[in-house]
Nanobody
Framework: QVQLVESGGGLVQAGGSLRLSCAVS????????MGWFRQAPGKEREFVAG????????YYTDSVKDRFTIARDNAKNTVYLQMNSLKPEDTAVYYC?????????????????WGQGTQVTVSS
């Protein structure tokens, strides 16, 4: 098991940027695929971005491609989500998660460790 702590959320105007960080402690960080998910009020939790154990492969949901960038620093046990050109529809609680992706989809069920979440609010 690992422990995850997100930071960097906040209130930003549409078109602005935020950088989320997720600090991971516990078992070997490099062993895990890392993902960012989000959940808006009244909606299911959805995949946003993911990065493989080595960092060589990244994945994004279509709505954030070319705006968000996921990265990891295995020396610092940290994963980041750089969010640019933010839109009001990006408003949600963002969660960092550690797991092992078994198929081609980044399914929340494959992630056994989750952070507490950080609120991102984008005003129009």
């Amino acid at each position: 098991q690992v422990q995850l702590v997100e930071s960097g959320g906040g209130l930003v105007q549409a078109g602005g940027s935020l950088r989320l960080s997720c600090a991971v402690s516990g078992r070997s960080f490099w062993w895990y695929d890392m993902g960012w998910f989000r959940q808006a009020p009244g909606k299911e939790r959805e995949f946003v971005a993911g990065i493989s154990r080595s960092g060589s492969s990244t994945y994004y949901t279509d709505s954030v491609k070319d705006r968000f960038t996921i990265a990891r620093d295995n020396a610092k046990n940290t994963v980041y989500l750089q969010m640019n050109s933010l839109k009001p529809e990006d408003t949600a609680v963002y969660y960092c998660a550690a797991g092992s992706v078994r198929g081609t989809e980044w399914d929340p069920a494959d992630f056994g460790s989750w952070g507490q979440g950080t609120q991102v609010t984008v005003s129009s």
